[in-house]
Protein backbone atom coordinates (compact mmCIF):
# COMPACT_ATOMS: atom_id res chain seq x y z
CA UNK A 1 0.00 0.00 0.00
CA UNK A 2 2.56 2.22 1.34
CA UNK A 3 4.23 2.45 -2.54
CA UNK A 4 1.05 3.54 -4.02
CA UNK A 5 0.57 6.92 -1.34
CA UNK A 6 2.00 10.37 -2.40
CA UNK A 7 5.41 11.19 -1.43
CA UNK A 8 4.11 14.24 0.24
CA UNK A 9 1.74 12.09 1.97
CA UNK A 10 4.38 9.80 3.69
CA UNK A 11 6.29 12.97 5.06
CA UNK A 12 3.48 14.36 6.68
CA UNK A 13 3.79 14.62 11.01
CA UNK A 14 0.37 14.86 11.12
CA UNK A 15 -1.85 16.88 13.62
CA UNK A 16 -2.11 16.05 16.97
CA UNK A 17 -5.21 17.41 18.62
CA UNK A 18 -6.04 18.03 21.99
CA UNK A 19 -7.23 14.90 24.24
CA UNK A 20 -11.35 14.47 24.39
CA UNK A 21 -12.88 14.16 27.53
CA UNK A 22 -15.03 11.68 27.25
CA UNK A 23 -11.58 9.38 25.77
CA UNK A 24 -10.11 10.03 29.02
CA UNK A 25 -13.23 9.62 31.33
CA UNK A 26 -13.28 5.97 29.53
CA UNK A 27 -9.32 5.22 29.40
CA UNK A 28 -8.52 6.16 33.17
CA UNK A 29 -11.73 5.01 34.25
CA UNK A 30 -12.15 8.89 35.78
CA UNK A 31 -15.45 10.49 36.53
CA UNK A 32 -14.48 14.06 36.77
CA UNK A 33 -12.42 15.22 33.70
CA UNK A 34 -11.40 19.02 32.74
CA UNK A 35 -9.70 19.68 29.16
CA UNK A 36 -8.13 22.75 28.80
CA UNK A 37 -6.13 22.09 26.42
CA UNK A 38 -7.75 23.01 23.05
CA UNK A 39 -8.57 26.87 23.41
CA UNK A 40 -11.69 26.34 23.45
CA UNK A 41 -14.59 28.58 25.49
CA UNK A 42 -15.48 27.34 29.05
CA UNK A 43 -18.38 29.64 28.81
CA UNK A 44 -20.01 26.90 26.04
CA UNK A 45 -21.33 28.32 23.26
CA UNK A 46 -22.94 31.81 22.51
CA UNK A 47 -26.71 31.36 23.60
CA UNK A 48 -27.89 33.15 21.01
CA UNK A 49 -26.37 30.37 18.16
CA UNK A 50 -27.84 27.57 20.27
CA UNK A 51 -31.28 28.72 19.93
CA UNK A 52 -30.64 30.18 16.61
CA UNK A 53 -29.43 26.35 15.54
CA UNK A 54 -32.23 24.29 17.12
CA UNK A 55 -34.89 26.99 14.91
CA UNK A 56 -32.37 25.60 11.92
CA UNK A 57 -32.94 22.24 12.94
CA UNK A 58 -35.50 20.88 11.12
CA UNK A 59 -34.36 22.39 7.81
CA UNK A 60 -30.74 20.14 7.59
CA UNK A 61 -32.70 17.87 4.83
CA UNK A 62 -31.46 20.88 2.51
CA UNK A 63 -28.06 21.58 1.51
CA UNK A 64 -26.63 24.88 3.07
CA UNK A 65 -26.41 28.34 1.11
CA UNK A 66 -23.31 27.63 -0.76
CA UNK A 67 -22.46 31.01 -0.89
CA UNK A 68 -23.40 31.73 2.73
CA UNK A 69 -25.23 35.05 1.68
CA UNK A 70 -26.64 36.04 5.33
CA UNK A 71 -23.30 35.31 7.37
CA UNK A 72 -21.12 37.30 4.19
CA UNK A 73 -23.29 40.41 4.85
CA UNK A 74 -23.77 40.41 8.97
CA UNK A 75 -19.70 39.81 9.02
CA UNK A 76 -19.43 42.63 6.50
CA UNK A 77 -21.68 45.02 8.31
CA UNK A 78 -20.08 44.09 11.77
CA UNK A 79 -16.48 44.55 10.28
CA UNK A 80 -17.65 47.40 7.74
CA UNK A 81 -16.60 45.85 5.04
CA UNK A 82 -18.29 44.15 1.67
CA UNK A 83 -19.45 41.03 1.47
CA UNK A 84 -17.57 40.14 -1.16
CA UNK A 85 -14.59 40.54 0.80
CA UNK A 86 -15.04 37.15 3.13
CA UNK A 87 -14.99 33.54 2.37
CA UNK A 88 -16.57 31.49 4.64
CA UNK A 89 -14.38 28.33 5.99
CA UNK A 90 -14.91 24.70 7.41
CA UNK A 91 -13.09 26.72 10.03
CA UNK A 92 -9.87 28.71 9.23
CA UNK A 93 -8.17 25.48 8.63
CA UNK A 94 -9.75 24.75 5.81
CA UNK A 95 -8.87 28.26 4.40
CA UNK A 96 -5.04 27.54 4.91
CA UNK A 97 -5.61 25.17 2.66
CA UNK A 98 -7.16 27.32 0.09
CA UNK A 99 -4.74 30.27 0.51
CA UNK A 100 -1.93 27.70 -0.12
CA UNK A 101 -3.70 26.53 -2.99
CA UNK A 102 -4.86 29.27 -4.45
CA UNK A 103 -1.65 31.19 -4.73
CA UNK A 104 1.41 28.69 -4.27
CA UNK A 105 2.61 26.97 -7.66
CA UNK A 106 4.93 23.67 -7.07
CA UNK A 107 7.94 25.48 -7.24
CA UNK A 108 7.16 28.43 -4.95
CA UNK A 109 7.83 28.35 -1.08
CA UNK A 110 6.09 29.04 2.04
CA UNK A 111 7.28 31.23 4.70
CA UNK A 112 6.44 30.80 8.61
CA UNK A 113 7.87 30.30 12.01
CA UNK A 114 8.83 27.84 14.12
CA UNK A 115 7.37 27.48 17.19
CA UNK A 116 3.81 28.38 15.45
CA UNK A 117 0.32 27.02 14.81
CA UNK A 118 1.69 23.85 13.40
CA UNK A 119 -1.45 23.12 10.35
CA UNK A 120 0.51 26.09 8.11
CA UNK A 121 3.58 23.44 7.66
CA UNK A 122 1.36 20.57 7.75
CA UNK A 123 -1.07 21.48 5.33
CA UNK A 124 1.66 22.91 2.71
CA UNK A 125 3.35 19.76 3.01
CA UNK A 126 0.40 17.84 1.85
CA UNK A 127 0.32 20.03 -0.99
CA UNK A 128 3.82 19.55 -1.87
CA UNK A 129 4.92 22.85 -0.83
CA UNK A 130 8.21 23.60 0.64
CA UNK A 131 7.98 25.77 4.50
CA UNK A 132 11.07 27.95 5.43
CA UNK A 133 10.69 28.90 8.76
CA UNK A 134 12.66 31.24 11.44
CA UNK A 135 13.46 30.12 14.78
CA UNK A 136 11.49 32.22 17.23
CA UNK A 137 12.86 35.05 19.35
CA UNK A 138 11.74 35.47 22.81
CA UNK A 139 8.97 32.92 22.01
CA UNK A 140 8.05 35.98 19.53
CA UNK A 141 7.99 35.76 15.32
CA UNK A 142 11.37 37.42 14.67
CA UNK A 143 10.32 39.23 11.65
CA UNK A 144 13.51 40.41 10.47
CA UNK A 145 14.68 36.46 10.79
CA UNK A 146 11.91 35.99 8.53
CA UNK A 147 12.92 38.51 5.79
CA UNK A 148 16.32 37.11 5.36
CA UNK A 149 14.75 33.63 3.98
CA UNK A 150 12.29 34.97 1.90
CA UNK A 151 13.85 34.26 -1.48
CA UNK A 152 12.61 34.68 -6.07
CA UNK A 153 10.51 31.61 -4.86
CA UNK A 154 8.81 32.99 -1.64
CA UNK A 155 4.93 33.02 -2.11
CA UNK A 156 3.39 33.45 0.90
CA UNK A 157 3.64 33.92 4.76
CA UNK A 158 1.79 32.56 8.04
CA UNK A 159 1.88 35.25 10.83
CA UNK A 160 0.03 33.96 13.32
CA UNK A 161 -0.89 36.84 15.75
CA UNK A 162 -1.29 36.33 18.54
CA UNK A 163 1.06 33.49 18.26
CA UNK A 164 -0.06 29.52 19.38
CA UNK A 165 0.96 28.22 21.29
CA UNK A 166 3.21 31.20 22.71
CA UNK A 167 0.59 34.10 23.14
CA UNK A 168 2.98 36.45 22.22
CA UNK A 169 1.79 39.41 19.39
CA UNK A 170 3.16 41.47 16.97
CA UNK A 171 3.28 45.01 17.58
CA UNK A 172 1.85 47.31 14.62
CA UNK A 173 4.55 49.08 13.82
CA UNK A 174 6.34 45.86 13.60
CA UNK A 175 4.03 44.58 11.21
CA UNK A 176 3.87 47.87 8.83
CA UNK A 177 7.43 47.63 8.70
CA UNK A 178 7.29 43.92 7.58
CA UNK A 179 4.67 44.51 5.24
CA UNK A 180 6.66 47.36 3.67
CA UNK A 181 9.93 45.13 3.10
CA UNK A 182 7.99 42.58 1.64
CA UNK A 183 8.62 41.70 -2.41
CA UNK A 184 5.76 42.77 -4.16
CA UNK A 185 4.32 39.25 -5.46
CA UNK A 186 4.64 37.40 -1.65
CA UNK A 187 1.27 37.53 0.24
CA UNK A 188 0.49 37.58 4.24
CA UNK A 189 -1.86 35.93 6.02
CA UNK A 190 -2.17 36.86 9.36
CA UNK A 191 -4.06 34.47 11.17
CA UNK A 192 -6.34 36.32 14.24
CA UNK A 193 -7.69 33.33 15.57
CA UNK A 194 -7.40 35.07 18.70
CA UNK A 195 -8.12 38.45 18.45
CA UNK A 196 -10.82 39.32 20.85
CA UNK A 197 -8.72 38.53 23.99
CA UNK A 198 -6.23 40.99 22.61
CA UNK A 199 -5.38 43.31 25.57
CA UNK A 200 -2.90 45.93 24.20
CA UNK A 201 -3.18 49.35 22.60
CA UNK A 202 -0.51 48.39 20.04
CA UNK A 203 -1.94 45.02 18.21
CA UNK A 204 -1.97 45.76 14.24
CA UNK A 205 -5.69 46.85 13.02
CA UNK A 206 -5.46 44.42 9.82
CA UNK A 207 -8.57 45.23 8.44
CA UNK A 208 -6.88 48.64 7.18
CA UNK A 209 -3.73 47.11 6.50
CA UNK A 210 -5.55 44.46 3.98
CA UNK A 211 -7.36 47.67 2.84
CA UNK A 212 -4.33 49.45 1.77
CA UNK A 213 -2.43 46.52 0.82
CA UNK A 214 -3.96 43.79 -1.70
CA UNK A 215 -1.94 40.96 -0.34
CA UNK A 216 -2.46 41.20 3.40
CA UNK A 217 -5.14 38.13 3.83
CA UNK A 218 -7.06 38.03 7.24
CA UNK A 219 -8.03 34.41 8.86
CA UNK A 220 -10.62 34.81 11.92
CA UNK A 221 -12.77 32.10 13.81
CA UNK A 222 -15.72 31.15 15.63
CA UNK A 223 -13.95 28.61 17.68
CA UNK A 224 -12.69 30.52 20.36
CA UNK A 225 -14.69 33.77 21.58
CA UNK A 226 -17.82 32.56 20.27
CA UNK A 227 -17.70 29.10 21.57
CA UNK A 228 -18.36 27.19 18.04
CA UNK A 229 -15.71 24.86 17.89
CA UNK A 230 -17.44 21.69 17.18
CA UNK A 231 -19.81 23.41 14.43
CA UNK A 232 -16.22 24.35 12.65
CA UNK A 233 -16.50 28.08 11.04
CA UNK A 234 -13.92 29.98 10.10
CA UNK A 235 -13.86 33.17 7.86
CA UNK A 236 -10.67 34.44 5.64
CA UNK A 237 -11.53 38.70 4.70
CA UNK A 238 -9.09 39.80 1.81
CA UNK A 239 -9.19 41.64 -1.50
CA UNK A 240 -12.45 41.30 -3.57
CA UNK A 241 -11.05 40.15 -6.39
CA UNK A 242 -8.65 37.61 -4.28
CA UNK A 243 -11.41 36.75 -2.23
CA UNK A 244 -13.43 35.37 -5.60
CA UNK A 245 -10.02 33.03 -6.42
CA UNK A 246 -10.14 32.16 -3.10
CA UNK A 247 -13.93 31.12 -3.64
CA UNK A 248 -13.15 28.52 -6.71
CA UNK A 249 -11.16 26.53 -4.58
CA UNK A 250 -13.55 25.58 -1.67
CA UNK A 251 -15.86 22.99 -1.56
CA UNK A 252 -19.32 23.92 -2.75
CA UNK A 253 -20.93 23.38 0.51
CA UNK A 254 -18.23 23.48 2.79
CA UNK A 255 -20.02 25.41 5.65
CA UNK A 256 -23.14 23.41 6.99
CA UNK A 257 -26.34 25.08 7.52
CA UNK A 258 -26.11 25.36 11.12
CA UNK A 259 -22.98 27.14 11.22
CA UNK A 260 -24.34 29.60 9.02
CA UNK A 261 -26.96 30.27 11.48
CA UNK A 262 -25.12 30.27 14.38
CA UNK A 263 -22.42 32.30 12.47
CA UNK A 264 -24.76 35.23 12.14
CA UNK A 265 -26.23 34.73 15.14
CA UNK A 266 -23.36 34.68 17.29
CA UNK A 267 -22.17 38.24 16.01
CA UNK A 268 -25.29 39.72 17.41
CA UNK A 269 -24.75 38.22 20.76
CA UNK A 270 -22.09 41.17 22.58
CA UNK A 271 -23.23 39.85 25.87
CA UNK A 272 -21.49 37.11 25.16
CA UNK A 273 -18.51 37.97 24.02
CA UNK A 274 -17.89 40.48 26.72
CA UNK A 275 -18.61 37.61 29.26
CA UNK A 276 -16.09 35.35 27.68
CA UNK A 277 -13.66 38.39 27.69
CA UNK A 278 -13.91 39.23 30.85
CA UNK A 279 -13.73 35.47 32.13
CA UNK A 280 -10.21 35.24 30.26
CA UNK A 281 -8.73 38.39 31.34
CA UNK A 282 -9.35 37.90 34.81
CA UNK A 283 -8.35 33.96 34.98
CA UNK A 284 -5.56 34.98 32.82
CA UNK A 285 -4.49 37.31 36.06
CA UNK A 286 -5.19 34.99 38.32
CA UNK A 287 -2.78 32.31 36.44
CA UNK A 288 -0.02 35.21 36.51
CA UNK A 289 -0.91 36.04 40.17
CA UNK A 290 -0.17 32.47 41.21
CA UNK A 291 2.51 31.36 38.64
CA UNK A 292 4.77 33.96 40.18
CA UNK A 293 3.94 33.51 43.92
CA UNK A 294 4.87 29.81 42.95
CA UNK A 295 7.83 30.45 40.67
CA UNK A 296 6.67 28.78 38.03
CA UNK A 297 7.74 30.67 34.80
CA UNK A 298 5.17 31.40 31.58
CA UNK A 299 5.06 34.08 28.84
CA UNK A 300 2.75 36.52 28.91
CA UNK A 301 0.19 36.06 26.46
CA UNK A 302 -2.59 38.03 24.34
CA UNK A 303 -4.47 35.05 23.96
CA UNK A 304 -7.45 32.86 26.01
CA UNK A 305 -4.22 30.08 26.67
CA UNK A 306 -0.51 30.34 28.61
CA UNK A 307 2.57 28.58 27.81
CA UNK A 308 3.93 27.32 30.82
CA UNK A 309 7.64 26.18 31.42
CA UNK A 310 7.33 23.61 33.83
CA UNK A 311 11.18 22.95 33.98
CA UNK A 312 10.73 19.03 33.34
CA UNK A 313 9.83 16.80 30.22
CA UNK A 314 6.14 17.91 29.26
CA UNK A 315 4.98 14.98 28.37
CA UNK A 316 5.35 13.60 31.08
CA UNK A 317 3.73 16.56 32.91
CA UNK A 318 1.04 15.99 30.71
CA UNK A 319 0.16 12.17 31.55
CA UNK A 320 0.37 12.90 35.42
CA UNK A 321 -1.62 15.66 34.96
CA UNK A 322 -4.25 12.89 32.59
CA UNK A 323 -4.16 10.80 35.92
CA UNK A 324 -6.17 13.41 37.76
CA UNK A 325 -8.23 14.33 35.28
CA UNK A 326 -6.90 17.82 34.01
CA UNK A 327 -6.23 17.67 30.04
CA UNK A 328 -3.59 20.19 29.55
CA UNK A 329 -1.44 19.88 26.19
CA UNK A 330 2.32 19.31 25.86
CA UNK A 331 4.51 20.77 23.09
CA UNK A 332 7.18 18.41 22.67
CA UNK A 333 5.38 18.58 19.03
CA UNK A 334 6.27 22.47 18.76
CA UNK A 335 9.81 22.33 19.57
CA UNK A 336 9.10 23.25 23.32
CA UNK A 337 9.74 20.20 25.43
CA UNK A 338 9.20 21.47 28.70
CA UNK A 339 6.67 23.41 28.11
CA UNK A 340 2.66 22.80 28.76
CA UNK A 341 0.21 25.51 27.29
CA UNK A 342 -3.14 25.60 29.38
CA UNK A 343 -5.90 27.26 27.96
CA UNK A 344 -7.79 29.57 30.70
CA UNK A 345 -10.83 28.09 32.18
CA UNK A 346 -13.84 29.04 34.38
CA UNK A 347 -12.40 30.18 38.30
CA UNK A 348 -13.16 26.61 39.24
CA UNK A 349 -10.72 25.17 36.27
CA UNK A 350 -8.65 27.18 37.01
CA UNK A 351 -7.73 26.65 40.65
CA UNK A 352 -8.15 22.84 40.19
CA UNK A 353 -5.36 22.97 37.02
CA UNK A 354 -3.12 25.02 39.12
CA UNK A 355 -3.37 23.08 42.24
CA UNK A 356 -2.51 19.79 39.65
CA UNK A 357 -0.02 21.38 37.93
CA UNK A 358 2.03 22.65 41.09
CA UNK A 359 1.76 19.24 42.41
CA UNK A 360 2.96 17.61 39.33
CA UNK A 361 6.05 19.96 38.78
CA UNK A 362 6.97 20.54 42.55
CA UNK A 363 10.32 20.01 42.92
CA UNK A 364 10.95 18.38 40.11
CA UNK A 365 12.94 21.28 38.49
CA UNK A 366 16.15 19.95 37.44
C1 LIG B 1 -3.59 30.20 15.28
C2 LIG B 1 -4.75 29.33 14.91
N1 LIG B 1 -5.23 29.39 13.68
C3 LIG B 1 -6.26 28.65 13.28
C4 LIG B 1 -6.85 27.75 14.15
C5 LIG B 1 -7.95 26.88 13.63
O1 LIG B 1 -9.17 27.30 14.03
P1 LIG B 1 -10.48 26.67 13.41
O2 LIG B 1 -11.16 25.98 14.54
O3 LIG B 1 -11.24 27.86 12.91
O4 LIG B 1 -10.11 25.75 12.29
C6 LIG B 1 -6.39 27.63 15.45
C7 LIG B 1 -6.99 26.66 16.36
O5 LIG B 1 -6.49 26.28 17.37
C8 LIG B 1 -5.30 28.44 15.84
O6 LIG B 1 -4.78 28.34 17.07
Known amino acids: MRKLIRKSVLKVNPYVPGKPIEETK ?53 LGLAAENFVLGNGSDEL ?17 SEGTFLEYEIIAQVNDRRVKKA ?40 VA ?15 EAYNAFIDVDD ?20 SKAYGLAGLRLGYAIADAELAGYLERIRQPFNVNLLAQVAGCAALEDKAFLARTRRLILSGKDFFYREFSRLGINYVCSQANFILVDTGID ?5 KTMLRSGVIVREMSQYGLKNFVRVTIGTPNENKKLLSVLSKTIKGKKK
Not at 55 to 78: F, T
Not at 146 to 152: C, E, G, S
Not at 177 to 191: G, M, Q, R, S
Not at 203 to 222: C, E, M, Q
Open 96 to 112: IDVVIKTLVEPNENILT
Open 314 to 318: SRQVF
Open 135 to 174: PLYNFKYDLEAMLKLIDAKTKLVFIANPNNPTGTYLTKNK
Open 177 to 191: EFINALPPKVFVVFD
Open 26 to 78: RELGLKEVIKLASNENPLGASPKAVSAIKKALSGINRYPDAQGYYLKKSLANS
Open 203 to 222: YPDALSLLKKNKRVIVLRTF
